[in-house]
Every structure is written in structure tokens, then in C-alpha cells.
């Protein structure tokens, strides 16, 4: 009777420093996650610029536009210029070379010089290639394809 009770013992000690072990563990694993969302999920912009892009027809083939990396991220504004579309209002659609959709954006009005302008960061995109396609709207509401273009987000 002593030696199972002295047995039992021993393996509730084993259990507890065992348990205690992992608590302290999970502890420290919510702390650096906690910490990292205190950072926040984007990264800064390292550097911005600018990029005026003519927007291929929908019929061409599109040139890729190198926008930035994933891990030094820029803030790049675009100017696509779509001088042969004519449409009240336009809607963008980024679709990754894999054809997961990774926005929309609607109600686009082009500026005084013509072009459709949006600002977007790098560092949103996962590396790789995403096609964009442009999309006109006329008074109507009746939507037709205006002219597509390629992005590359490098990896670093």
C-alpha cells in the first residue's frame, strides 16, 4: 500500500511539471503572437513611385509591370491610361496567375488626364503574377471588357 501510494504520488508530480511545462509554453507562444499583431500584419512602404501603364486591348496580349516585392513593400501609384475605351465608369479585378481573386474595386472615374488612377502596396500581394482586368460600364449599366494588364510581385 505505501509503495502505490508513493507511486501515485510520483506520477502526479510527473504530471503536474509536465502540465505546468506546457502552460508556460502556450504562454510564451500567445505573447510573441500578440506582440506580432501589436506590429501589425503589413509592412511599412519602404519607398513609393509612380507608374503610367497603357492597358492592353482585350484582344492583345498584356506586358507585366514589375509593381514591387513582399518584403521591402512600395506604395505605388498607377495611371492606366485606357485612351480607346469609352465608358462612365470602369471596375478593376486582380486575379492571381493561379485565378484566386484578390480584388475588386468598382465605380473607377478617370482623372483629367484620362487615366484611371489607384494606389495599391506591395506588400498586400503574395509573390507572383496577378492579371488585371478592366472593365467599362456605360450610362446603361451594361459592363464590357475595356483591356487587361499583368502584375508581378517579386518575392523579396
Do not use: C
Amino acid at each position: 500500500m505505501p509503495i502505490a501510494l508513493g507511486v501515485t504520488v510520483l506520477l502526479a508530480l510527473v504530471l503536474a511539471a509536465t502540465m505546468w511545462a506546457g502552460k508556460r509554453h502556450q504562454e510564451q507562444r500567445f505573447d510573441e503572437l500578440r506582440h506580432e499583431a501589436e506590429l501589425g500584419l503589413l509592412r511599412a512602404p519602404t519607398h513609393a513611385r509612380a507608374m503610367k501603364i497603357a492597358v492592353a486591348r482585350p484582344e492583345a496580349a498584356a506586358q507585366t509591370f514589375a509593381i514591387g516585392s513582399r518584403n521591402a513593400p512600395t506604395l505605388v501609384e498607377l495611371h492606366l491610361n485606357i485612351p480607346y475605351a469609352t465608358g462612365a465608369a470602369y471596375a478593376l479585378t486582380f486575379k492571381r496567375d493561379d485565378g484566386t481573386y484578390w480584388a475588386r474595386l468598382d465605380n473607377l472615374l478617370r482623372d483629367s488626364n484620362g487615366d484611371l488612377r489607384l494606389t495599391v502596396n506591395s506588400g498586400i500581394f503574395p509573390a507572383g503574377f496577378y492579371d488585371v482586368d478592366v472593365e467599362a460600364t456605360n450610362l446603361r449599366g451594361q459592363t464590357g471588357p475595356a483591356g487587361h494588364l499583368r502584375l508581378r510581385v517579386d518575392a523579396d
